[in-house]
């Protein structure tokens, strides 16, 4: 038994609506057999251990290796925003990946602005752009973002019995 690969590339998670949509076209076509995920060496792993494995680490590493960036942000911002996800309704994962990454080093944010992670719209501070998975460099794969990665690598994988 094991995960097998089915779709690559599947594309953006996209609002609810688009996303359920996506789901129930899934559900009719592997039945609750089937699973989000990323490849990472060669191997299957769930979106959620990609969370972890990835996307969290991707900011360790970040903020390891610039902690200037991490002061400023410590000391400038109160509230921290996704304006992309709150006006498509998509899945906002750097907010709390920052903010994990904040408390798992007993961290607080002790500014009073708020700064918005992304590169849409209007942004709050240059720490925006920086701190945008669009620019936060990939642990798993150097050469790459971490948006890239996301995108690129997420795949549909379906349980298959031997």
């Known amino acids: 038994m ?28 592997y039945g609750d057999n089937w699973m989000i995920g990323y490849t990472v060496d060669g191997t299957f792993i769930s979106q959620e251990d990609a969370l972890e ?22 000391h400038l911002a109160k509230v921290l925003k996704n304006p992309h996800a709150e006006l498509t309704g998509g899945v906002d994962l750097q907010v709390p990946a920052i903010m994990d990454y904040l408390k798992r080093n007993h961290l607080e944010l002790q500014g009073q602005e708020v700064v918005d992670i992304g590169t849409m719209g209007n942004r709050s501070h240059a720490l925006s752009v920086k701190l945008s998975p669009l620019t936060i460099p990939c642990v798993v794969h150097p050469k790459w973002t971490l948006e890239k990665f996301w995108q690129e690598k997420k795949c549909l994988a379906v349980w298959e019995e031997d």
């Open 2 to 29: 094991a995960w097998v690969i089915r779709e690559r590339k599947i594309g953006k998670a996209g609002g609810l609506k688009q996303r359920q949509k996506r789901q129930s076209e899934w559900d009719r076509k």
């Open 53 to 74: 494995s990835v996307y969290y680490q991707s900011y360790q590493q970040y903020f390891d290796e610039n902690p200037e960036d991490l002061n400023e942000l410590i």
